[in-house]
């Protein structure tokens, strides 16, 4: 088949959606891949020469009473035109978002043209486009089960949140000397997502005195603005660490990791989970619908992970509930039980799988 994935704008729609193009690819279809025209999207797409890639101006919608409202509707019949011409010549029998308003334009041009058109929503409480898309689809895709509540109209089907194919675990002490790290320390991953997070790491300024001669190391991502501190603090309490802004190779920190401290963003959830590590979860605060926090809260229900509002990191909260976890091992393998439950390795091909079955013509299904 031609499969278009429209995945642009943030890292939480795109990887899953290379992750599914992937697939699809191996699958013997043919894929056209729509991003957004932000930098980060064209860097991440720079290692895929076999997907066509087009890019899509990116759609936020903004409040109804806006002034704004006007270049959104602007922008978005645009991109529905652009979309419909590109279909002419690549004739798309499938068409799946990922989220977002920059893939509403897409899965309504599919449906306009007669495609099998589909949507995927990572998160426990979708997005506005989503909601509107999924009156459009065929069938909504779930990254959590507990979605499936707010699309009562839709079929829907749970796979999971796709990852990157290059997310493997490897040997944990191999990855501990890529970084620098000693092998016989427990290891902590901090990370805030693909922009950093500063509350996270604030709280883990904070939380270093408390954690002065703890038997335990760090790996922290921190976002570009707070590197240099978050090294500079570590060096003064004498914490074995590795600090970066950024890290590519994701596979090398999440296999070296015994435990992680994170935002709960789906596409963060869906690796923690798949390396079947226990977590302190802090939601970021103003995440559209609060999304983050019940993300969260279906890890915390699970017993996989601790969850803490940023609100609650007062002095040196976070810096117990970490030597907490150290202390209680049991507690850390039954978390680590847990969220290896909580998602499927094989998210991408279920997503890939589901798409072929709902389009096999009723006499392929018969037979």
């Known amino acids: 088949m031609n499969v278009v994935i429209a995945c642009g704008g943030t890292g939480g729609h795109l990887f899953p959606g290379l992750a599914v193009a992937e697939v699809l690819w191996a699958h013997g279809h ?4 729509f991003i957004s025209e932000k930098e980060i999207d ?10 066509r890639f087009e890019k899509l101006p990116t759609v936020a919608l903004p409040s109804p009473f806006s002034p704004a409202i006007l270049a959104f509707v602007r922008r978005f019949n645009g991109s529905l035109a652009l979309c419909r011409a590109i279909y002419r010549k690549f004739n798309p029998q499938v068409v799946l978002g990922m989220g977002g308003f920059t893939s509403t334009a897409p899965v309504l041009a599919g449906r306009m043209r007669g495609s099998a058109t589909f949507i995927h929503e990572s998160n426990a409480v979708p997005g506005k486009a989503n ?3 999924a009156r459009f689809v065929r069938a909504v895709l779930l990254g959590f089960k507990e979605c499936a509540a707010f699309f009562p109209r839709a079929k829907t089907e749970w796979t999971g949140t796709p990852i990157r194919s290059t997310l493997r675990r490897i040997d944990r002490d191999e990855a501990l000397v890529r970084l620098g790290l000693r092998p016989e320390l427990p290891t902590l991953l901090v990370m805030g997502g693909s922009q950093g997070a500063s509350g996270i790491n604030q709280a883990m300024i904070k939380a270093l005195p408390a954690l002065q001669g703890t038997p335990l190391q760090i790996i922290h991502l921190t976002g570009s603005r707070d590197a240099r501190l978050l090294e500079d603090n570590y060096r003064r309490e004498n914490i074995p660490a590795f600090v970066a802004a950024f890290h590519h190779a994701m596979e090398e920190v999440y296999s070296a990791a015994d435990f992680a401290v994170a935002r709960s ?13 226990p977590s302190i979860l802090i939601p970021y605060p103003y995440a559209a619908g609060d999304h983050q926090t019940r993300n969260g809260e279906v890890f915390a ?17 976070l810096g117990k509930k970490i030597q907490q976890l150290l202390s209680e091992p049991e507690t850390l ?21 589901t798409m072929e079955r709902y389009t096999q013509p009723d006499d392929a299904i018969a037979a």
């Open 301 to 317: 229900q699970a017993k996989a992970a601790l969850l803490l509002k940023e609100s609650e990191l007062i002095e040196d909260s």
């Open 265 to 277: 963003g789906a596409a963060s959830l869906a690796e923690i989970a798949a390396f079947e590590l």
């Open 30 to 33: 043919e894929v056209l891949v």
């Open 333 to 353: 393998r039954s978390m680590a039980e847990s969220a290896a439950k909580l998602a499927p390795k094989n998210a991408a091909e279920l997503v890939v799988e």
């Open 131 to 133: 909601r509107y898309t």
């Open 42 to 51: 064209s860097l991440a797409v720079a290692g895929h020469p076999e997907f």
